[in-house]
């Protein structure tokens, strides 16, 4: 048997080329390094090119967007009486309180009196006076009367004499013509005609003065009992005021005097609120104290109901940067409201349609509405823009980006004014 040559075989090993390890970790360090690089140099180059970088954490970003801008405020107002008026004490007294705080009561109800022992005396004395000045004016009256007939007496009389002067000048003139009679006796009768004659001029002229007078001191009479008439009127009104009357429909508010309490003129009695005429006071901000007008639409929120009303008055002064403003209610208003009762009220200022805005932040006030960051490629870029009108929630802007621009609204006092600043 021929035995194979298998047992004369041998394995071959190929020797490969050893390679250096060391190459290849520098190889491999190499790779990242370029890769790093090519990832820096752009942000390197903003670094270089930019004035500081910011943290986008600390920032706030907007994106200007087209639509309508509504300028309004909205606060928490709290319900109050358009009308509250406190009633006075008109004269001194002792007061009796006719009703209680919290009472209703109606228009002219009387809710107290004021006992004045003072006026109502002298209301009393003035009257006895005005009947007094009364009968002296019916006096009066008679005592014309009685001298107009005694006037017309005398005239009638003086009228009887001179006819009968008369009658004797042309009696003595017939029998003087007929030679019975001397001459001087016509004369001396013709003298006593004149004499009559001159009785009655007289004692018409006294009658007309004597009528004048007469009418005179009536008119005094009775222009003094006029003006008595008056005093006793305005006491009568005074006394009156006594009993202090609600001047509208309400409810009691405060009693500010205590039950049969002696109080001077001019105190404070009682105090009415008007249910009818309920408005809401709130606090405006003072920049928007200049935009308020009155009569400007408002809306008032009572849970999920919301009731129209409109802007009724702003005050003229401005406390803790903070002007106050009442609206009142337009037509219907909610049921059972209270005084100082919470509500929620917007005033509409101005609605603004298809206008460029973007959410209200700091940047208006840090750049006095003309200058803002746009933010690009990680970068904050300064522009210089125009605002428009603002409101609570948004800004208009008017000129210095576009549509869809994002810029920094808030956060950008860490800027320091810087034209370009990288965000991290």
């Given at each position: 048997?021929?035995?194979?040559?298998?047992?004369?075989?041998?394995?071959?090993?190929?020797?490969h080329?050893?390679?250096?390890?060391?190459?290849?970790i520098?190889?491999?360090?190499s790779?990242?390094?370029?890769?790093?690089l090519?990832?820096?140099?752009?942000?390197?180059?903003?670094?270089i090119?930019?004035?500081?970088?910011?943290s986008?954490?600390?920032l706030r970003f907007?994106e200007?967007k087209r639509?309508?801008l509504?300028?309004?405020?909205?606060?928490?107002?709290?319900?109050?009486a358009?009308q509250?008026p406190?009633?006075?004490a008109?004269?001194p007294?002792?007061?009796?309180l006719?009703?209680?705080?919290?009472d209703?009561?109606?228009?002219?109800?009387i809710?107290?009196?004021?006992?004045?022992?003072e006026?109502n005396?002298?209301?009393q004395?003035e009257?006895?006076t005005?009947?007094?000045?009364?009968?002296?004016?019916?006096r009066?009256?008679?005592?014309?009367?009685?001298?107009?007939?005694l006037?017309?007496?005398?005239?009638?009389?003086?009228?009887i004499d001179?006819?009968t002067?008369a009658?004797?000048v042309?009696?003595?003139?017939?029998?003087?013509?007929k030679?019975?009679?001397?001459?001087?006796?016509?004369?001396r009768s013709?003298?006593?005609?004149?004499?009559a004659?001159?009785d009655?001029?007289?004692a018409?002229?006294d009658a007309r003065?004597?009528?004048?007078?007469?009418?005179?001191?009536?008119?005094?009479k009775r222009?003094?009992?006029?003006r008595?008439?008056?005093?006793?009127?305005?006491?009568?009104r005074?006394?009156?005021?006594?009993k202090?009357?609600?001047?509208?429909?309400?409810?009691v508010g405060?009693?500010?005097?205590q039950?049969k309490?002696?109080?001077?003129?001019?105190?404070g009695l009682?105090?009415?609120?008007?249910?009818?005429?309920l408005?809401?006071?709130?606090q405006?901000?003072?920049?928007?104290?200049?935009?308020?007008t009155i009569g400007?639409?408002?809306?008032?929120?009572?849970?999920?109901q919301?009731?129209?009303?409109?802007?009724?008055?702003?005050?003229?002064e401005?406390?803790n940067?903070q002007?106050?403003?009442?609206?009142r209610f337009?037509?219907d208003?909610?049921?059972?409201l209270?005084?100082s009762q919470?509500?929620?009220?917007?005033?509409?200022?101005?609605?603004r349609?298809?206008?460029?805005?973007?959410?209200?932040?700091?940047?208006v006030?840090?750049g006095?509405?003309?200058?803002?960051?746009?933010v690009h490629?990680g970068?904050?870029?300064?522009k210089a823009i125009?605002v428009g009108?603002?409101?609570l929630n948004?800004v208009?802007?008017?000129s210095?980006?576009?549509?869809?621009?994002?810029?920094?609204?808030s956060?950008t006092?860490?800027?320091?004014?810087?034209?370009?600043v990288?965000?991290n």
């Open positions: 048997m021929i035995r194979d040559t298998s047992a004369q075989d041998r394995r071959i090993e190929i020797a080329p050893r390679v250096n390890k060391r190459w290849i520098v190889g491999a360090t790779a990242a390094v370029l890769v790093a090519v990832w820096l140099v752009p942000s390197v180059a903003r670094l090119s930019a004035g500081t970088s910011v986008v954490a600390s907007g200007i639509g309508t509504v300028r309004d405020v909205s606060a928490q107002g709290k319900v109050v358009a509250a406190t009633l006075y008109t004269a007294g002792t007061i009796t006719l009703t209680h705080a919290g209703k009561v109606e228009k002219d109800q809710l107290a009196e004021v006992d004045s022992p006026l005396n002298k209301l004395q009257q006895a005005l009947a007094s000045l009364d009968i002296d004016v019916g009066a009256g008679i005592d014309a009367k009685q001298k107009e007939l006037a017309k007496k005398t005239i009638e009389q003086a009228q001179r006819q002067a009658r004797e042309e009696r003595k003139s017939l029998a003087f013509d030679g019975a009679m001397a001459e001087v006796e016509v004369l013709k003298d006593a005609l004149a004499k004659e001159l009655v001029t007289h018409q002229a003065l004597q009528n004048e007078t007469a009418a005179f001191e009536l008119r005094t222009l003094a009992l006029e008595q008439k008056l005093l006793v009127a305005d006491l009568a005074q006394v009156d005021l006594l202090v009357r609600s001047p509208v429909a309400g409810q405060q009693l500010l005097v039950q309490a002696n109080v001077p003129i001019n105190t009682v105090t009415v609120i008007d249910l009818t005429s408005e809401v006071e709130l405006v901000p003072e920049v928007f104290a200049h935009d308020l400007m639409p408002a809306e008032i929120a009572e849970g999920a919301k009731y129209k009303g409109e802007l009724s008055a702003v005050s003229p401005v406390v940067n002007v106050v403003a009442r609206v337009a037509a208003k909610p049921a059972g209270r005084q919470q509500l929620t009220t917007r005033i509409l200022i101005d609605e349609p298809n206008v460029l805005m973007v959410e209200r932040g700091s940047f006030d840090t006095a509405g003309r200058v803002a960051y746009l490629d970068i904050a870029e300064r125009q009108a603002t409101s948004a208009e802007i008017v210095g980006v576009k549509e869809g621009d994002r810029i920094v609204i956060g006092d860490s800027f320091n004014g810087a034209e370009k990288v965000l």
